[in-house]
C-alpha cells in the first residue's frame, strides 16, 4: 500500500508540473516580448505609446541604417547610416530594459509599413537610395519627437522619463545627422502641429488641474491629440515626398 500511495503521489506531481509547463507555453505570445509584470507600477497609455514607438524604430532603423552603411552611393550617407544603426541598438536595450522593469510587452518585428520602408531601400540604388534614405528616417523621427516631448512632460513614471530623455537625445542627435546629408526636402516636411492659442477659460481649467504637489496635470488625452496630428501630418508629408523621388 505505501508503495501504491507513493506512486500515486509521484503521478500527480508530475501532472501539476505538466500542466504548469502547458500553462507557461501558452501564455508566451509569438512576436512579443514579454516580462514579469510589476504590480506596483501603473502606466497608461501614452507610457506605452512612447515605449513601444521607440522599440519600432529600432526595429527597421538598425536594418535601415545598416543598408546605407553598405549601399549608400554619397560617403556622408554611408557614414550616418552607420552611425545611426549603432545609435539605435544603444536605444533598443534601454527601451528593453525599461519595459523589463514595468512589465511591458513589446513588440518584437517592425509594422507591414516599415517592412514595406525596408523594401523599397532593398530594390533602390544609386542616387535614389539616398534619397529614399534620408526621407524616410528624417519623417519617421519628426513623427515620434513630438510623441517623446509629450511624454516626457506628462507621465507619472521615473523609468517612462528617464527614458523620453533619453530618447530624445538620440531622436535629435538622428535629425542632425540626416539633415548633414543636404537631402533633406524642407519645403515638403509637415508643418509643426501646435495646439491652439489658450483662451482664459483653458487657462482656467489648467489651473484647477494643479495637484497637490504644485505640478500641473497632463492628461493623455494631450498625448494622443500630439500623436495623431503628427502621424496625420508626417504621412501626408511621407506621401508627398516619394511621390517626386
Not at 45 to 57: E, I, K, P, Q, S
Not at 58 to 79: F, H, I, N, T, Y
Not at 113 to 126: D, H, V
Request: proline share 5%.
Amino acid at each position: 500500500m505505501a508503495s501504491l500511495e507513493s506512486a500515486r503521489r509521484k503521478l500527480a506531481h508530475r501532472v501539476v508540473l505538466l500542466l504548469a509547463a502547458l500553462g507557461a507555453g501558452i501564455g508566451v505570445i509569438p512576436g512579443t516580448a514579454q516580462a514579469a509584470p510589476n504590480p506596483g507600477v501603473q502606466m497608461n497609455a501614452a507610457d506605452m505609446t512612447l515605449l513601444n514607438g521607440v522599440r519600432l524604430a529600432g526595429l527597421w532603423e538598425m536594418p535601415a541604417g545598416q543598408m546605407a552603411a553598405e549601399k549608400g552611393q554619397s560617403a556622408r550617407v554611408r557614414e550616418v547610416g552607420a552611425e545611426i544603426a549603432k545609435q539605435h541598438a544603444e536605444l533598443d536595450l534601454l527601451v528593453v530594459e525599461a519595459a523589463n522593469k514595468l512589465g511591458a510587452t513589446l513588440p518584437t518585428d517592425p509594422t507591414a509599413e516599415q517592412k514595406g520602408w525596408l523594401t523599397e531601400m532593398q530594390n533602390a540604388t544609386g542616387a535614389r537610395f539616398d534619397q529614399i534614405f534620408v526621407t524616410r528616417l528624417r519623417v519617421a523621427h519628426g513623427k515620434i519627437f513630438p510623441v517623446i516631448g509629450a511624454v516626457r512632460a506628462s507621465t507619472r513614471d521615473p523609468i517612462v522619463r528617464k527614458l523620453a530623455e533619453d530618447a530624445n537625445t538620440f531622436v535629435n542627435d538622428h535629425m542632425t545627422m540626416l539633415e548633414s546629408t543636404g537631402l533633406v526636402r524642407w519645403q515638403q516636411l509637415p508643418p509643426a502641429a501646435l495646439p491652439p492659442a489658450q483662451s482664459d477659460s483653458l487657462v482656467a481649467a489648467a489651473q484647477a488641474n494643479v495637484g497637490s504637489g504644485g505640478g500641473l496635470q497632463v492628461g493623455t488625452g494631450v498625448v494622443w491629440a500630439v500623436f495623431l496630428i503628427a502621424l496625420g501630418t508626417g504621412g501626408y508629408a511621407t506621401w508627398r515626398l516619394t511621390r517626386r523621388t
